[in-house]
């Protein structure tokens, strides 16, 4: 009797699988057998959370940046 795998949202967390899953997702890279197996392997929960963490941090940083460049160009004059 073969057991069943756990639902995918069940599946344990791999961190840093997952991490670099979604940094190469935003960059729009990646092979189909990657692909394919991370859907295999990675919980959606925590991909989805990554995802969001990760676009949320590139926001705040793109922000920051425009705010030393607009601060440091309005000194300037």
Partial sequence: M???PPPAHRRPVA????????LWSFLGLRR???FEQDVQRLNPIA???TGVVLALLF????MLIVHRVVASSAGGF
């Fill in 2 to 4: 073969s057991t069943n």
């Fill in 15 to 22: 961190w840093g699988a997952t991490v670099k899953a979604v």
């Fill in 32 to 34: 189909r057998r990657d």
């Fill in 47 to 49: 991909v989805m959370a």
């Fill in 59 to 62: 926001v705040v940083g793109l």
